[in-house]
């Protein structure tokens, strides 16, 4: 069983939008930092951003900085990655991780199944 799970991933045209979201029925995500990740057939996985747990600091890669945005809804038990302008070079699997620590270490352990992003017209 996964520690996290992944939604809200499709098919988007370029130019759109998409808000993934990540949650845990095995974590209580408000007390711990947690990394976007995205892997595109036969490369390896690339971070996109992480948010501690105190919701600052945020690390965005810088070529999706102005694009992407990561947050927690209130009861920090779901985290989001909110994707705007997509193009089709960021089709990929999406995934979130942790460390299960509360602030960004950049090799997380614990993973989710990830989900697909589509981005075509």
């Known amino acids: 069983q996964e520690y996290l799970v992944e939604s809200g991933g499709g098919l988007v045209q370029p130019g759109g939008s998409l808000r993934l979201s990540c949650k845990s029925s095995?974590?209580?995500?408000?007390?711990?930092?947690i990394s976007w990740f995205r892997q595109a057939p036969g490369k390896e996985r690339e971070g996109l951003s992480c948010?501690?747990?105190?919701?600052?600091?945020?690390y965005y890669l810088e070529s999706v900085k102005n694009r992407f945005t990561v947050s927690r809804d209130n009861a920090g038990s779901t985290v989001f990655l909110q994707m705007n302008s997509l193009e089709p070079e960021v089709t990929d699997v999406y995934y979130c991780?942790?460390?299960?620590?509360?602030?960004?270490?950049?090799?997380?352990?614990?993973w989710g199944q990830g989900i697909q992003v589509t981005v075509s017209s």
């Open positions: 991780a942790t460390d299960i620590i509360d602030y960004c270490s950049g090799t997380p352990e614990y």
């Open positions: 095995r974590l209580n995500l408000e007390f711990y930092a």
């Open positions: 948010i501690s747990m105190t919701n600052e600091p945020t």
